[in-house]
């Protein structure tokens, strides 16, 4: 029985594999592996803001009864902020049981790039310092920046955020 | 369909038991825990079958079937017995026990016996 | 073989009850551990308990807790039928907790989900070698049992069992060779049995080997040889077959029609009666009343959770449809306004009772300190008693689970560290035997769990000392209350221990405690006499998961406030307000000064409302520690779902965690506890 599940599972991954959902953020485009996002809520909901967040991490939102943070993007990449309008859209990503909200300026569509087509970013010691990419993919002649969710998602920021003393006085 | 009454304390064997009947198109229509509950549900369900522990608080499973066997002479009864207890089995024959099983025993076994009776 | 059975929902099972019948075996065996005997009931206790793990273990195919079980299972069927006098009972306590310990240890690899390695080996040959020690205080009885001569094979010895018939009458003489199944066990038993529901359609019946009911060493005779049977009957051979191969064990059956009229293997006479009477009566031991119906079930917690979540769902909904906006558009809403208060009742009710199924008495998690106040009075030689009370009162499922850890931490404490040795109590005059108090109780909205011990106390100026060389404590010494003082003990990275004993110590302290009191929603308090001991108080709530609150509006922001913490709430005149030189703002009510936060600001949001007249002036308190919370307004009370904030945002100071609104619209429960502890 568990055998059968099993082999379902790999199925399942070995039709998302090499799949892309991409989104716009600012003027470049955006790729994250299709087998992170749940869902894409179109149109920015009412936010509730959290303090002592960092400035990126927007507030929670309400998912059908499951409270989820979200993520300004642009914000995260330490672009200025935008307004959001209609085209605005909330990217769900699931990754180790922690679900996230990803807001981006527009999602354009699912590619699939295969692994010869996606090159390493360049080296760290180049002085190039990229923390969010995991890779460049080709698709046809646009170039899509591939991200790295678990780094997105990683906290750090939030831990060293933490540390500093609660209110100025 | 058989309806069968399941008597264990373990809620762990009664749980078994009942899994393995419910595949296999047995409907178990009561549980009982000991030897005392055990002969008060005969008496209320009447059911094909009895499979019945051996080892139970308050009144033991050969007790449980000299009670059942006064109600009913005719009373199916299968013993759940672990090696060890080819006394108490046997008793449990003398009293009109129709069969036993032994821990651990296979979802397959469990079947035949019930069916043979 | 087990191919066929879901082991999932059976290894849950599995684990709940063998679990539980650990725990009932540890407290049956401390209480009569003190009382140094056991009792006929006891042991019956403790045989049936192990039997029963031994059963369902062997289902499960954890040969190593099931051997465990079965040595003691052993070691008790002995004791019961011999009843050997001279019983160690400290080394048969031992060995069965050791077997308890075992077993507990397995079981929870089981539910992390990693291998059965534990090695029972040693644990069973120490049972094995105990079991011949009081063996060879009673030998005779053993002897009975072992000695019974094995039956040479080939060797022909046929009993008769009913003498009265002869060959004539028209019957049939047979013979059969009954083979069983492989897998089959007690092979002298499943003989028995045939042999007794022959007797009913045969005249005359002998069989080999004939002492299967005496020797369960035929067993193996009948697995090698097959069993063998003579009898005569008027029933034809087809009918016989039928008759044996109905038996699911008979694998393979001989069945031979016997021509010749001369006695086969010369049969002796009957000189013993096998198949006795069967109009046994019917023990009369039914005295106990005859109500025993079942009238418990278990069930799966987590299908509790789903319900609390339903409820949760539905208080949420409710609120959606009572504040619907579309309402403000109606006429008359007299009547909607009486369905909307019944309706709110029923769910009042609903989510009452399910709160109150997921309630559980504190005995469990309370008779398990039993054990360690016992191993470590023994270990540090001590004398100390552990007094429980008030272990029936009840708390939410989920919280219980938090509690079982600190309290294991604090008792130890408390015995370790609290309870002095026995040189330094008689030198001090104090009663030779210490007391650990473990008691709980119900006070408003939460339970009190607290743990009190007649030992040294805690040193005040040690603490002190060591949380000042720490920076844990800034203020000065003058300004610090005791119980703040020893409250610094709570905190990470504080430990005086300079010995780490075996019990105690090991790097994780008191802020291990803290912390999991506080992942309740709970708090810990200290108070301590020089002398005379220790208390420590943890304060939990009734339950997680709905809370009254109330809700404040700041700008566009709703909080929720839990109204167990609300004292009262006023409008503040102009001036009311006053400013200490630090910029600290505080207010005077009856003559009482408090200091004032005002949430805009602690919270940086944007409002209109800055004048301490426009909006409204709430007093919450924590610990007899007090504090004004600033708000727009007040926008009313109502139930909510407590959830917690994601993972992802960490721990935030002031905020306990969020809810859904009638709106659909997340907002942020606030914890006054958080608000109020001084930076």
Known sequence: MSEIVGEVGRQEEDTQKGKFLTFLVGKEEYGIEIKYVTEIIGGIQAITEVPEVPEYVKGIINLRGKIIPVMDVNLRFRKDARDYDDRTCIIVIDIDDLSVGLIVDNVAEVVSIADEEIVPPPDARAGFQNRYIKGIGKAGNAVKLLLDCQRLLSNEHLESLHQFPDQPK | MKRVLVVDDALFMRHMIKMILDNNRFQVVGEAENGLEAAQKYNELRPDLVTMDITMPEVDGIGAVKLIKKMDPQAKIVMISAMGQERFVKDAILAGASGFLVKPFSEEKVVQVLNAL | MYKGFSKEPMLEMFIFESLQLAEQLEQTILANEKARCLEQNVINEIFRIMHTIKGSAAMMMFDGIASVAHSIEDLFYYIRESCPENLEYSTICDLVLGSIDYIKREIAKLEQDCDLDGDPKALIAAVGEYLSVIRGNSGENTAKIDDVPLLAAGEKKFYIATSKSSVETGNIRYRALVFFSSDCEMENIRAFNIVHQLKDQVEEIDYLPADIIEN??????????????????????????????????????????????????????????????????????????????????????????????????????????????????????????????????????????????????LSMTFMKMNRIVRDMSKKLNKDVILEISGEDTEVDKNIIEHLSDPLMHL???????????????????????????????????????????????????????????????????????????????????????????????????????AKNIEAVRGTVLIDSSPGLGTTVSLKIPLTLAIISGMQVKVGNAVYIIPITSIKESFKARPGDIFVDPDNNEMIMVRGRCYPVVRLHRRYQVKTDITEIADGIIVIVENDSRFLCLFADALLGEQQVVVKALPKFMGKIEGISGCTLLGNGKACLILDVAGLIKPD
């Open chain 3, 216 to 361: 369960n060493a035929t067993a193996d005779f009948i697995r090698e040889n097959g069993f063998d049977i003579l009898f005569t009957s008027r029933l034809v051979p087809e009918r016989l077959k039928e008759f044996f191969l109905k038996d699911p064990f008979v694998d393979h059956l001989d069945l031979r029609v016997i021509e010749d009229e001369g006695p086969v293997d010369e049969p002796l006479k009957a000189r013993k009666q096998i198949i006795a009477a069967d109009t046994e009566e019917a023990p009369e031991q039914g005295r106990q009343p005859v109500n025993c119906r079942q009238s418990m079930i278990s069930v799966n917690v987590g299908k509790l959770d789903q319900l609390m979540d339903m409820v949760g769902e539905l208080v949420i909904s409710e609120a959606m449809v009572t504040f619907n906006p579309d309402l403000a558009t109606a006429v008359s809403l007299d009547n909607f306004h009486k369905a909307v208060r019944q309706h709110r009742k029923i769910i009042n009710e609903l989510q009452d009772i399910v709160m109150s199924i997921r309630m559980v008495p």
């Open chain 3, 411 to 513: 008792i130890r404490n408390a015995t370790d560290h609290g309870i002095e040795s026995r040189e330094e109590r008689k030198r001090l005059g104090k009663p030779p035997v210490a007391r650990v108090q473990l008691e709980a109780k119900n006070e408003g909205g939460d339970v009190y769990i607290v743990v009190r011990d007649d030992g040294a106390g805690l040193n005040k100026e040690k603490i002190l000392v060591k949380a000042q060389a720490q920076g844990l404590i800034q203020k000065p010494e003058s300004e610090l209350s005791d119980r703040e003082i020893y409250s610094a003990i709570l905190l990470p990275g504080f430990s005086t221990t300079e010995v780490i004993s075996q019990f105690s110590g090991r790097g994780v302290g008191m802020d291990v405690v």
